[in-house]
C-alpha cells in the first residue's frame, strides 16, 4: 500500500551516545537482520575513528567532531533531482524531477551504505568511516552516484515539461 502513513518517527528515539535523530535513523538503516546492537557498534567504532583521524590531522576549516563529519557528509552526498521513467505516447522517457526530504535522505543513506558495503578487505567500521571522511570531503563512491544521478537529470532536462 503506497502512500500510507507509519508512526516510524514517532517511536525513533535518539542515539544513546550524541542525542542525535538524524544518526539513529542512519543505523536503523545500517542495520542487518535486526541486529541493532551490532549496528551502533559498528558505527560508534567508524566516529571513533572518524574522531581520532580529526585530532591527529588538524586541517584548516575541518570539522572539529566526528558527529559533525557525519552531518557533512550527508549534507555533501544529499541529491537534489533524480530521473523517473515516464511513459508518454508509446516512448519512454527519463523526466528529472525535485525530491522532497524524505527521499533525499533515504538516497543519501543507501548510497553512503552501499559503497561501504561494497569495498571489501577491511572491517566495515573502517569502510564506514572511509566513506564518511570522504564524503565530507566531496569525494568518494557516494558522491560520484550523487553527481551521476544529477548530470542524467542534467542530460534530460529538455523532457522536464513531463513532469507533474
Excluded at 544513546?16 to 536503523?28: A, C, E, H, Q, V
Excluded at 588538524?58 to 533524480?82: C, S
Aim: proline share 4%.
Amino acid at each position: 500500500m503506497a502512500g500510507r502513513i507509519t508512526a516510524s518517527d514517532d517511536q525513533l528515539r535518539p542515539d544513546p551516545r550524541y542525542g542525535d535523530m538524524t544518526l539513529s535513523k542512519f543505523i536503523n538503516c545500517f542495520m542487518v537482520r535486526g541486529q541493532k546492537a551490532t549496528a551502533i557498534g559498528i558505527m560508534y567504532d567508524a566516529l571513533d575513528l572518524i574522531q581520532g583521524r580529526l585530532d591527529r590531522e588538524k586541517i584548516e576549516g575541518a570539522p572539529e567532531t566526528a558527529i559533525e563529519v557525519f552531518h557533512r557528509a550527508l549534507d555533501n552526498v544529499r541529491p537534489h533531482v533524480e530521473v523517473r521513467s515516464k511513459r508518454v505516447g508509446g516512448a519512454n522517457y527519463q523526466v528529472p524531477m525535485q525530491l522532497n526530504r524524505r527521499r533525499q535522505q533515504s538516497l543519501t543513506f543507501r548510497w553512503i551504505i552501499t559503497a561501504a558495503r561494497e569495498e571489501k578487505g577491511k572491517p566495515m567500521a573502517a569502510r564506514l568511516a572511509r566513506e564518511l571522511w570522504d564524503a565530507a570531503r566531496g569525494e568518494g563512491k557516494a558522491m560520484s552516484v550523487r553527481e551521476q544521478t544529477h548530470r542524467m537529470a542534467e542530460a534530460n532536462r529538455a523532457f522536464a515539461h513531463f513532469a507533474r
